[in-house]
Structures are given as structure tokens and as C-alpha cells.
């Protein structure tokens, strides 16, 4: 990787850079002649390795891929994670200054063999990405972890962010993380829209785990495939309350709780994707609600000897949808709502 720009086109003399092929040349390469900032748009685009091969195209492309405010990285696209841990380490430290808008991260499994110094070296990485990250101004970070190494139900939260971070983040998608009670110390004053996808929800703390209360701006909440670690160490349900003041839209596609509270008085939109022995709901406050979307992935057979749990996830969903506008069931929804209908 390259960070000599010394070969830049020169400057002309109404003090603009002279791009490769003006002065009459009929060959000249158009797409090197746009402006520094379409270049950086085009290169936006691709991820960030495709970005940085650009830099062979020309002299005009040798230092574009640094200027360019996002960062696209994911290990897939290297045979070797030491390869990818070098080149992380080259592109953060050879690219100019400038604030990141968006970074997305991304690392799977490799088939290299692990030792403890080598998990080490990755969660330090790890750290430093978000660390080079949060002190970028970026607006948007989606981290995602689907090779967690020894840890068996991925980071933790509080490990690899720390707590009380002041930043302009906007946007967060995690995927494979442990969520702890760092989540909500987290300090993320800004944060409008979060993504939970494949992450453990396990409180340190026993009684109820609150993990989004302290989110000021947030708007939008997105949680797929999560489950909640509903037990704690002394034995005992621990709940799972999803409080947002400011909750405009909120998505739950198969989050496995044994009991779980909704607090979110502004909510306009909620989608539910979910299997009947997960629908456990202890209370649903949703006054402002305008649209809901209902999914049930079971068969009614499953009922059959579940019934009186089914009835109460079911008779707790509906009366927390009591002030919907308009309902939009699945085929699956409407059979068990006739079947307990016609007992």
C-alpha cells in the first residue's frame, strides 16, 4: 500500500491540478478528470479493499481511496485473517485525517489455527477499530463479529466499547455481541437508529435488564435473531424491558425472552416476528400506535398441550394492541386467534 503522493499532477497555472491527458490529448482518461469529490463519491460505493486497488489506475487515483469518507472492511475477502489484520492496520493509519461518515466492519471465521496471543491480537483490533471509529465523527457503524473465537456468546459490550463515550454516533448495527448493561451507559447521546442482530442480551445485574432507557434520541430499534440470558446468577427471571420515550419504530424478528415489557408511549410502528413458545409478553404500553405487523412462525399443532401459555402470550399481545390503527396479521396469527375463539 502506497503513501507516497508526491506524484500527484501538478498544479497548473490557474492553480488547479492538471489531471492526466489535458492539453489537447485525445486519449484523455474522462473519469480521471472529474472533480476530487465525484471521484470520492464513485469510490464510496465499493468496499474498501476494491477502493484501495484503485490506486493503480493512475497517478490521479494513486491517493483518492484516502480521501474517501467511508470505510467498507470485511475479512471475507481475504484467504488469511493475518492479511486482513494487516491491511486494517495500513488503511487507518495511511488515510488522511478526515471524519468517517459511515464504517462498517465485518470479520467471519477463518481456517487458521488459534492460540490466546493471537485471540489477544484480534480483540485489540477490535478495540481499535471502534476506538478509530467513535474519534472519526462517525455517523454510522455497523460491527459485526460472526467469528468470536473463545468467547462463546461473542464480546462483551462494555469490553469492547468502554462506557461514558461522548460521540456524534447516529446509527449503530452490532452483530454477534454480547450486550451488557455497558449498552446503556454507553454515553451515546445522538444515537437515533440501533440494530441488534445475533447478539446474547445478558445483564451483569439481577432484577430487570433496562438496556435502551438511556438513549435519548433513539428512534428506531431493530433487534433480529437476539435471545435474553432471562436467568440470573442467583436463579431467578430476570425481565427484559425495552423502554423508549422516543421510540418511533421497533422490530422484533424472533427475540427469544421468557419475559419481556414494551414502554414506548410515542411508538408509530411495531413489527413482531415470532414463535408461539417465545410470546411472552408481561405488558405492552404502545398508546400512539398507528401501524403493527404480526407473524407467527409455529403451526397451530404446536399448541396442543401448550395451550394455556399460548393463550396468555397471545390475549397479553392483543391487549397491548388495543389503540393499533391498522392490524396486518399472517395466516398463521388469524388460525390461532379463531382457535382460541372457538374453544
Given amino acids: 500500500m502506497n503513501n507516497d503522493c508526491s506524484s500527484s499532477p501538478e498544479l497548473g497555472k490557474d492553480g488547479k491540478r492538471r489531471r492526466e491527458g489535458e492539453g489537447g490529448d485525445a486519449t484523455a482518461d474522462r473519469l480521471s478528470n472529474l472533480p476530487d469529490f465525484i471521484i470520492h463519491h464513485i469510490l464510496s460505493f465499493l468496499d474498501t479493499k476494491s477502493a484501495v486497488q484503485t490506486s ?16 467498507n472492511v470485511r475479512s471475507d475477502s481475504f484467504q488469511q485473517y493475518s492479511s486482513f489484520d494487516r491491511f486494517v492496520e495500513n488503511v487507518l493509519s495511511l ?91 454507553s454515553g451515546f447521546q445522538m444515537l437515533t437508529t440501533l440494530e441488534l442482530v445475533l447478539c446474547l442480551l445478558a ?58 415489557e414494551i414502554f414506548a408511549p410515542r411508538l408509530k410502528f411495531f413489527r413482531l ?29 404446536f399448541m396442543e398441550g401448550n395451550e394455556g401459555s399460548v393463550r396468555q402470550g397471545v390475549v397479553s399481545l392483543f391487549q397491548g394492541l388495543s389503540n393499533v390503527t391498522t392490524l396486518q396479521l399472517d395466516s398463521v396469527t388469524i388460525e390461532v386467534s379463531f382457535w382460541f375463539i372457538l374453544l
Fill in 56 to 71: 493503480v489506475l493512475s497517478r490521479v487515483w494513486q491517493c483518492a481511496w484516502k480521501h474517501v469518507p467511508v470505510l
Fill in 273 to 301: 416476528e415470532h414463535d408461539l413458545e417465545s410470546l411472552n409478553f408481561s405488558k405492552l404500553t404502545l398508546p400512539s400506535l398507528d401501524d403493527a405487523v404480526i407473524m407467527i412462525n409455529d403451526e397451530v399443532e
Fill in 95 to 185: 488515510r488522511h485525517p478526515f471524519s468517517v461518515r459511515s464504517m462498517s466492519y465485518a470479520v467471519y471465521e477463518h481456517e487458521e489455527e488459534e492460540g490466546e496471543d493471537e485471540e489477544e491480537k484480534k480483540f485489540a483490533q477490535f478495540v481499535k477499530v471502534i476506538k478509530y471509529a467513535l474519534s472519526h465523527d462517525t455517523q454510522q457503524l455497523a460491527f459485526t463479529l460472526s467469528y468470536v473465537g473463545e468467547a462463546e456468546y461473542g464480546y462483551r459490550f462494555s469490553d469492547l466499547f468502554g462506557t461514558n463515550l461522548n460521540c456524534s454516533l447516529k446509527s449503530l448495527e452490532l452483530g454477534h455481541v454480547c450486550i451488557d448493561s455497558g449498552l446503556g451507559s
Fill in 203 to 260: 445483564s451483569d445485574q439481577d432484577g430487570e435488564f433496562d438496556p435502551f432507557s438511556n438513549f435519548p434520541c433513539l428512534k428506531n430499534l431493530v433487534m433480529s435473531h437476539c435471545r435474553h440470558l432471562d436467568i440470573d446468577m442467583h436463579g431467578n427471571e430476570r425481565r427484559l424491558k425495552i423502554c423508549g420515550p422516543q421510540l418511533l419504530s421497533l422490530e422484533l424478528e424472533l427475540v427469544s425472552s421468557s419475559n419481556m
